[in-house]
């Protein structure tokens, strides 16, 4: 396992750690309170976070190639 993926995996672990969490605060405080409100913020901010590696993930050879080459034949895309 490559460490971007160990890496998406602590976090998406986290999530779920922070989701049950807030899901608890909740029924304890009521959905209406700041301690919950609080709680399901965490959480948001996790998923950014984790939504934002995602989008800055480290290119594979291929992708450096075709910026590099744009006009090869192996980067073409072709619409429908």
Do not use: F
Request: glycine share 2%; hydrophobic share 30%.
């Amino acid at each position: 396992m490559t460490n971007t993926q160990e890496t998406t995996n602590t976090i998406q672990e986290t999530i779920q750690a922070e989701v049950e969490q807030a899901r608890s605060v909740c029924d304890l405080t009521g959905s209406n309170s700041a301690e919950c409100a609080a709680a399901w913020d965490a959480v948001e901010e996790l998923q950014a976070e984790a939504s934002h590696q995602r989008q800055n993930k480290p290119k594979n050879s291929l992708e450096q190639y075709c910026d590099d080459n744009p006009e090869a034949a192996e980067c073409r895309v072709y619409d429908d």
